[in-house]
Nanobody, 125 residues
């Protein structure tokens, strides 16, 4: 089982930036597709971004395109989510997830097997 630990969340003003990090630890089986999802209180978990194991392919939710960038450093086994131009509606707990496969299904939370505990992102207006 892959253990994931998110970090980098916090309280920021609208228009500000944050960089989230996710570091898998424990057992690994080659490289994994990594995804970011978020969940606001009372809402369902929604897709934010995903990146293939090589970093050569990525998906973004329409709501974050042009503002968020997902990247990874496989040597460090770390995936990042750079969040710029943050809006109050970005407020949520952000979760990192891992899946050994890559494809269109990588945009769906139910297809991920491993999850971190989440990090809170709060954007004030």
């Amino acid at each position: 089982q892959v253990q994931l630990v998110e970090s980098g969340g916090g309280l920021v003003q609208a228009g500000g930036s944050l960089r989230l990090s996710c570091a898998p630890s424990g057992r690994t089986f080659g490289s994994y597709t990594m995804g970011w999802f978020r969940q606001a209180p009372g809402n369902e978990r929604e897709f934010v971004a995903a990146i293939s194991w090589s970093g050569g392919s990525s998906y973004y939710a329409d709501s974050v395109k042009g503002r968020f960038t997902i990247s990874r450093d496989n040597a460090k086994k770390t995936v990042y989510l750079q969040m710029n131009s943050l809006k109050p509606e970005d407020t949520a707990v952000y979760y990192c997830a891992a899946d050994p496969r890559w494809g269109l299904h990588s945009q769906v939370a139910a297809n991920y097997d491993y999850w971190g505990q989440g990090t809170q992102v709060t954007v004030s207006s």
